[in-house]
């Protein structure tokens, strides 16, 4: 079984101010790792995701996430936010032997001029 | 098609009424996802289907609900004798590969009243 923390439910940022969105999870085996973004009134989309490699992987809009095995984290970041950043992120964590994954219950970034 | 269709967008129906979701995947993706999303909570997986594997029911969350993928492609999530706790947003999607990251639809909202 595997399970997913996403420890803050709402962040408010102002602009250009860093953010970082928390996601811990909890597995037997191994995992691969994703963050979904969901821009208001439309639908998830892909935002990045880790499957080997580099522990420290970017999505083409500035925001990097870094695998940490040691503490099963996975948390996303950005150094510098926009207001079009305001969105629900989920963070989501796929065994490597199985095909589904699972959610988080969301972050929702609000950021304020 | 170029992603992930889903209709009705919305569907609303009296308790107790069967209703029938369509997801229509992306061309030539084998894994195709069924996920529902309560209002403020995170996505909660429902079934999974990979090629011609058996598909993973363990997310139903009763024997009312069902799912058939008809020649590896469109697939029908069924849900008999409605209560209002279906009342949610069902999400379907689909991938190339275990490792590939999901594309969703848009969803169906689904009222029950």
């Known amino acids: 079984a595997q399970s997913v923390t996403q420890l803050d439910s709402q962040v408010p940022v102002f602009e250009e101010a860093p953010v970082e969105l928390r996601c811990n999870y909890s597995s037997s085996v191994s995992v691969y790792l994703f963050w979904y973004v969901q821009y208001p009134n439309q639908g998830l989309q892909l935002l990045l995701k880790?499957?080997?490699?580099?522990?420290l992987v970017e999505s083409i809009n500035g925001f990097e996430a870094e695998f940490n095995k040691s503490q099963t984290s996975f948390h996303l970041r950005k150094p510098s936010v926009h207001i079009s950043d305001t969105a629900e992120y989920f963070c989501a964590v796929m065994n490597t032997n199985a095909g589904k994954s699972t959610f988080g219950d969301g972050t929702t970034l609000t950021v304020k001029p | 098609g170029a992603g992930v269709s889903q209709s009705p967008s919305n569907k609303v129906t009296e308790k107790g009424k069967d209703v029938e979701l369509r997801c229509d995947p992306i061309s030539g993706h084998t894994a195709l996802y069924w996920y529902r999303q309560s209002l403020g909570q995170g996505l909660e997986f429902l079934i999974y289907?990979?090629?011609?594997?058996?598909?993973?029911k363990s997310g139903l969350p009763s024997d009312r609900f069902s799912a058939e993928r008809t020649g590896g492609s469109v697939s029908t999530l069924t849900i008999q004798r409605t209560q209002q706790e279906d009342s949610a947003v069902y999400l379907c999607?689909?991938?190339?590969?275990?490792?590939?990251?999901?594309?969703f639809g848009s969803g169906t909202r689904l009222t029950v009243v």
């Open positions: 999607a689909s991938s190339t590969a275990l490792t590939g990251g999901y594309t």
């Open positions: 880790y499957l080997s490699g580099s522990t």
């Open positions: 289907f990979q090629g011609n594997s058996a598909p993973d």
